[in-house]
């Protein structure tokens, strides 16, 4: 098995079990949706030698810039691309490839966009309010926050962050419009909780909010899954990585309902769906990393990993 030792500043969550899980061998085609600096991507190539091959794919470019110096010694194996995983089979098609042994996705950002001083994703620099992935021609934090009603501010607070305080987070924010950096949303959430004595800082939860409307990350997951199993061939498999309970309630539920070949309600005695299952679930309770990883990666506390095989 691989050891994930490269020097970088991303740590690859949950990477043995990815590895096993998509058990990478010679001739292989696979696919890291969420390339980033290229952990599991390394991995992927290591055990498919000598002629496996990798596609990845990622909004960010310093991401892929990572990834391209992280590979390099992989030569001609690889493939990168900045692109969304949701088009996955797009990409695939443009470079000859037809179906796909193993597909990957780690969902979310991770610790090497959090750790940027510019980005705008972290509440512990000071910076303009951007958090997009890469796509620059979709509105930033900033553009969302500015011109959004205070209803549609609290609802994306709400929904995306379970934010309790949101409808006195919304209104604050359009009291003191407009917003710019990420100090001057940070400080606008503390007033709005007063004293805090909880570990967590109070600006969690909207910060992840906010990111997850800006790169609208929910609509994305439920597009890409039904195209990723498209393209995987029968026995080939898709894991999937989430570290937010509605990222891992959407793939669950996709999961559950296509790995079975009736989805009628249970109270219908006849069956009349006609669905027949095209997957089935390696496990049906998710892989989390052990105390060890937890302890070694902080960004690692909620991650939940879901497995399925293509029937």
Request: aromatic fraction near 6%; include cysteine; proline fraction near 5%.
């Amino acid at each position: 098995m691989s050891t994930d030792n490269f020097d970088s500043p991303h740590i690859s969550v949950l990477y043995h079990e990815i590895i096993t899980a998509l058990n990478p061998t010679s001739n292989g085609l696979y696919i890291d949706g969420t390339v980033g600096a290229g952990g599991h991507a390394w991995g992927i190539l290591d055990d498919s030698k000598p002629d496996g091959k990798l596609l990845g794919l990622d909004l960010d470019p310093q991401a892929l810039a990572l990834a391209n110096q992280r590979l390099s010694i992989f030569e001609n194996r690889y493939f990168l691309v900045q692109s969304s995983y949701t088009n996955m089979q797009e990409e695939a098609q443009k470079i000859g490839w037809g179906q796909i042994d193993g597909i990957t996705l780690d969902l979310g950002v991770s610790s090497m966009q959090l750790d940027s001083s510019d980005r705008g994703f972290s509440f512990r620099f000071d910076s303009p309010l951007d958090m997009r992935f890469g796509n620059i021609s979709q509105p930033t934090a900033a553009d969302l926050l500015n011109n959004l009603s205070e209803t549609q501010i609290a609802n994306i607070l709400w929904e995306y962050g379970e934010e309790r305080f949101s409808r006195r987070i919304a209104r604050l924010i359009c009291e003191n419009r407009p917003m710019e950096t990420t100090q001057q949303l940070s400080k606008i959430v503390e007033r709005a909780y007063g004293k805090n004595k909880n570990r967590i800082h109070p600006a969690t939860r909207t910060f992840q909010a906010i990111r997850i409307a800006v790169n609208q990350e929910l609509q994305s997951i439920q597009d890409v899954i039904p195209s990723a199993i498209d393209i995987l061939r029968p026995g080939g498999r898709l894991a999937i990585i989430a570290f937010h309970s509605l990222e891992d309630r959407i793939v669950k539920t996709f999961f559950r309902r296509e790995s079975k070949d009736c989805i009628c309600p249970p109270e219908q005695l006849i069956c009349t769906c006609n669905h027949k299952a095209q997957i089935k679930e390696i496990s049906k309770k998710p892989i989390e990393p052990n105390e060890k990883e937890k302890d070694r990666n902080s960004r690692a506390r909620s991650a939940k990993l879901r497995i399925i095989e293509k029937l």
